[in-house]
C-alpha cells in the first residue's frame, strides 16, 4: 500500500468537506421516457434526516446503479420506492415519488398492489422455507395469477427459466428453497419477483454475499431482464455498477450529487465529489 503524505490527506479531506451539494443532481437526471419519477424527495427516520430533496427520473427498461459510500441514503431512497419504509414506525417520506404518472404515495395506492408491480431482491438471499416450487408460486397464488394448477405450473417454470435456474432444480421443485446454494437462492427469489409480473425490479445489493462466479450469473440475468423491466440496483462495487448499467446516480451524506451515463461517470465525472469517489479519496 502507498503511503499517502499527511498534509496530501489533510487537503483532500479539507476540499471533500469544503465541496458544495448542487441544488440538483449535475448531469442527467432527468429522461423524457419515464417509468419513475422522483420529485423533492425528502426521507427523515425520526428527526434524522436520511434524504435530502432528491430529483431523478428512471426511464423505461433501464438499469440504473447507485453508488456512494456507506450511509449515503441509496437503500432508504430504494426501500422509499415501493413503501418498504412504511414497515418503519419513525420513517417519513416526502415529496413526489411518481410510478407511471401515479403518486406511490396517494391514499388510494394500495402497498400490496403497488409491491406486485415494484418487487424488491434483497442483499441477502430470502428464500421462504417452503419448497422451491412454492417459493416461485406465492405471489402468483397471493394475487390470483393462475385459475388452475396447469397456469401456475407455466408461472413457476417460466419464472425459474427466465432466472436461469430452471435447468438447475427442475428435478427438485419439491425441495426446500433453503437447501439451494447462496447463488441459486438469490437466483430463487429474483424468480419469486418476476412470477407475478413486475414493471420494476429493485434490487438492493443482490450480489454482497456471493461469490464471483454466482456474482456474473446474476449480473448476465439483470441484462437479460432488463429487457422487459425497468431495474434500479444499489451496488457498493463500482465495478458492477459498470458492468451492469446503463446509467450512474451518486449519492453523499443523502444528497443525490451526479447522474449521468455510467461511462461518463466512471471516466469524466462532472462533480468533485463525485471524482473524490471514484478515485478513491473517501468511501
Known amino acids: ?9 489533510k487537503r483532500d479531506a479539507i476540499a471533500i468537506d469544503n465541496a458544495k451539494y448542487p441544488d440538483q443532481a449535475v448531469g442527467v437526471p432527468f429522461v423524457d421516457d419515464q417509468k419513475i419519477s422522483l420529485r423533492n424527495v425528502n426521507v427523515f427516520y425520526g428527526d434524522k434526516q436520511a434524504i435530502f430533496d432528491v430529483n431523478v427520473d428512471i426511464a423505461r427498461n433501464e438499469v440504473i446503479a447507485m ?3 456507506s450511509g449515503c441514503g441509496k437503500s432508504t431512497l430504494l426501500r422509499s420506492i415501493n413503501r418498504m419504509n412504511d414497515t418503519v414506525e419513525s420513517c417519513k417520506v416526502s415529496g413526489e415519488l411518481m410510478l407511471d404518472g401515479v403518486d406511490i404515495y396517494a391514499s388510494k395506492m394500495d402497498p400490496v398492489s403497488l409491491r406486485a408491480r415494484v418487487g424488491m431482491v434483497f442483499q441477502k438471499p430470502n428464500p421462504f422455507p417452503k419448497t422451491i416450487y412454492d417459493n416461485v408460486a406465492y405471489g402468483p397464488r397471493l394475487h390470483g395469477l393462475a385459475g388452475r394448477r396447469a397456469e401456475l405450473d407455466e408461472i413457476v417454470e417460466t419464472s425459474l427459466i427466465r432466472a436461469g435456474l430452471w435447468t438447475e432444480v427442475r428435478d427438485r421443485l419439491g ?13 430463487l427469489c429474483i424468480a419469486r419477483a418476476i412470477a407475478i409480473s413486475p414493471e420494476v425490479i429493485l434490487m438492493d445489493e443482490p450480489c454482497s454475499a456471493l461469490d464471483p462466479i454466482a456474482t ?3 449480473e ?4 437479460e431482464l432488463s429487457q422487459n423491466y425497468t431495474i434500479a440496483i444499489v451496488t457498493h462495487s463500482m465495478q458492477q455498477a459498470a458492468r451492469v448499467s446503463s446509467r450512474t446516480a451518486y449519492f453523499h451524506l443523502g444528497h443525490l450529487i451526479e447522474v449521468n451515463d455510467t461511462e461518463k461517470v466512471f471516466t469524466a465525472p462532472e462533480h468533485e465529489l463525485t471524482e473524490a469517489y471514484i478515485t478513491g479519496r473517501f468511501g
Open 1 to 9: 500500500m502507498t503511503n499517502v503524505p499527511e498534509p496530501f490527506l
Open 220 to 223: 448476465e440475468l439483470i441484462a
Open 175 to 187: 425441495e426446500p428453497g433453503t437447501g439451494l446454494s447462496g447463488g441459486q437462492q438469490q437466483r
Open 67 to 69: 453508488i456512494g459510500p
Open 216 to 218: 456474473a450469473k446474476i
